[in-house]
């Protein structure tokens, strides 16, 4: 028995001097390759910071677009950004504790090599382990996210009038309402504040929580579905992959049916709307959903399924202290602290000729704010001789006078004519389009750079704002304008030299109003797929033409443009230019050509407009730019934004 014991122990002893002998050569390694080991973690390191500087600069590429960075990017970045900063200090400090000799200087310090050479290999590990995470984080690191709400107060003109308040209260009520109310309705003439009422629904059932979403939505007098569907989708933070409107509605419809309870607003109703056509729940998918709906008619309202009249609440006008009330607030300080019996006079004599309508009041009161007490005793004449309405429906006199008086206060003639000129344009008019659209009119001062004539326009677009003549739109990269207001801007342009015509599909489907046409210098035109152009259009004094189509099916005519050859701008939007008219190459005066969204065919003829300073070819299929292109020496803006097929830009 004692040599079998005296064999285990020699083996004990056998294994644990070679255990022993292992750590020691082990530890000894780590002092013998310090200097291998430093240099890997440098080595690492440096792997590391450039892999975390790429991802910072996809993470501020995407930051730009206003996109959310993801969670696990997020965090990586976070962990590196430490652990960095964490190996740097505890390597550096072992590093100089090693510079350090021993025995007054004659041999180094192995304890600190051997920390030295341990730490270094393991900060390496910790580097490497977080390069190989790097690189299986999510592409892109960014995502688009639903826009945030940044408006707490109410809108700027909302007031609780008593006149709005049972109004206000009965909508909200319905709102709430958990039973059989799934359609609401509000009604009165343009002007009397239903879009204001319905923001401030909006901003009150936000802010209680009553839905998971809430979605405001524009309509407009001609309705355009796909710029409807955008809106709902950019409030649900939707993004499409369909380009077809029906792809688009199933696109909603589905969104629609993942959502427990919404609402959703939809303003300037003038006809009923096709809620399928637009990917809108109707029928029993209502019954997870409000909508809230406002126009300038009850009858309107009662065209929808699930509309009951007792669920319509009309706004009527403001009275005479309601009136005097909203003018002295947008006028400002001026009324509210003057101590002159004069101004206030004049000022609720002002107010009252509005005719109660809040639009009207609104303007003229931003018009006259830091103005002379004469400015307002000659508002106040001018008010006194009722200029006509020129025949506009639903438009008095009063409310005429009115517009046209700010009209007048708009400081200079290039501001004037720019105000005239927007409210040509669609509501929601993108600012990029409204620049493109300025530059080739003319209508900035000259020897800018584009930095200074966005400013500009920008600029102008405010004072705009301040005055009450134009509008915020769904987001900043827009504008808006007032129905009313847009329509008293077209008769004065087109009282003052017969320059403006808006033509839409039911004016041209039957007989184009050629002679009409030949008089005027800004057009615009909206067409469906049913549209036939009209080989040639005889119209000497046409600067600008806008063209748009709904499904890219409208074809142009290969002469169409010979007889226009004032022109400076064209927008020919969601066409089919599959076989581009020539005619466009007799355009020597075009200085801005807009072509986005539309099928393009070979626009070699392009090349031939030695003019041209805005070529805008936004989300097109085109393919490749010709060489002819890259000879247009006066060009300053090429917009290839959205171009996914652009493969060979030779230009």
């Known amino acids: 028995m004692e040599p079998i014991l005296t064999g285990v122990a020699a083996n004990l002893s056998s294994e644990a001097r070679k255990s022993i002998f292992q750590e020691v050569k082990r530890h000894i390694r780590y002092v013998m390759i310090y200097k291998k080991n430093v240099d890997k973690f440098e080595e690492k390191l440096e792997m590391l910071i450039a892999k975390r500087t790429s991802v910072q600069q996809e993470v501020d590429a995407a930051k730009r677009n206003v996109q959310k960075i993801k969670a696990d990017v997020e965090e990586w970045c976070n962990r590196v950004d430490g652990k960095i900063d964490e190996e740097k200090k505890k390597v550096k400090d072992l590093q100089d504790r090693a510079i350090n000799k021993c025995f007054i200087g004659l041999c180094p310090s192995i304890k600190s090599r051997y920390q030295l050479s341990k730490r270094s290999e393991e900060g390496a590990t910790t580097f490497q382990e977080l390069i190989t995470e790097g690189g299986q984080l999510t592409t892109p690191v960014g995502h688009w996210d639903v826009p945030q709400d940044i408006e707490d107060e109410p809108p700027k003109d909302f007031e609780a009038f008593e006149s709005r308040q049972k109004v206000f209260n009965d909508t909200m009520e319905a709102v709430k309402d958990n039973t059989s109310i799934s359609m609401i309705g509000v009604y009165g003439m343009g002007g009397v504040g239903k879009s204001t009422l319905l923001k401030e629904v909006v901003r009150q059932a936000k802010k209680a929580k009553l839905f998971d979403w809430v979605v405001l939505c524009v309509v407009n007098q001609t309705p355009d579905i796909r710029e409807i569907q955008n809106q709902i989708a950019d409030s649900l933070g939707l993004r499409f992959e369909e380009q077809s409107i029906p792809g688009r509605a199933c696109r909603l419809r589905e969104r629609f049916k993942e959502e427990k309870k919404f609402l959703l607003v939809l303003d300037d109703l003038w006809s009923k709307l096709d809620f399928t056509e637009v990917g ?52 400002g300080e001026d009324i509210q602290i003057s101590s002159s019996s004069e101004l206030q006079i004049v000022g609720n004599e002002i107010a009252k000729r509005c005719g109660g309508l809040p639009i009207a009041i609104s303007a003229i009161a931003r018009t006259l704010r830091n103005k002379d007490p004469s400015a307002w005793r000659d508002a106040s004449r001018q008010l006194l001789q009722r200029s006509s309405s020129r025949g506009l429906k639903e438009i008095s006199p009063a409310v005429y006078s009115a517009i046209k008086l700010s009209y007048n206060h708009i400081d200079g003639e290039k501001l004037k004519q720019f105000f005239l000129f927007c409210n040509l344009l669609s509501h929601d008019t993108l600012i990029q389009d409204l620049l493109k659209y300025t530059i080739g009119l003319g209508l900035l001062p000259g020897g800018y750079t584009m930095e200074e004539a966005r400013d500009t326009l920008l600029t102008w677009v405010s004072k705009l704002k301040a005055s009450g003549l134009l509008l915020d739109s769904y987001n900043n990269e827009r504008f808006d304008m007032h129905d009313i207001i847009c329509n008293v801007a077209l008769s004065i342009a087109y009282t003052k030299n017969s320059c403006v015509l808006t033509l839409k599909q039911e004016d041209v489907l039957k007989d184009w109003p050629t002679e009409t046409m030949k008089q005027h210098s800004w057009i615009n035109l909206r067409v469906d797929g049913n549209t036939v152009l009209p080989d040639q259009v005889e119209c000497p004094q046409l600067t600008f033409l806008h063209i748009s189509s709904e499904d890219c099916s409208t074809k142009v005519p290969p002469e169409f443009f010979k007889e226009m050859k004032r022109l400076k701008v064209l927008d020919l939007t969601d066409m089919d230019l599959s076989s581009f008219p020539s005619s466009i190459g007799l355009l020597s005066s075009l200085q801005t050509l807009c072509l986005d969204e539309s099928n393009l065919g070979d626009i070699t003829v392009v090349g031939e407009l030695k003019a041209l300073e805005v070529l805008s070819l936004w989300n097109t299929d085109i393919e490749k730019l010709s060489m002819e292109i890259a000879q247009l020496v006066k060009l300053r803006l090429l917009d290839l934004r959205g171009c996914t097929k652009l493969k060979d830009a030779k230009a």
């Open 280 to 331: 809108i729940p109707s029928g029993d998918e209502l019954k997870r959903c409000k909508i809230l709906l406002a126009s300038r008619s009850q009858n309107v309202l009662l065209q929808f399924d699930g509309m009951h009249a007792r669920n319509t609440f009309p706004i009527g006008l403001l009275n005479h202290k309601e009136s005097w009330d909203l003018f002295k607030k947008m006028a």
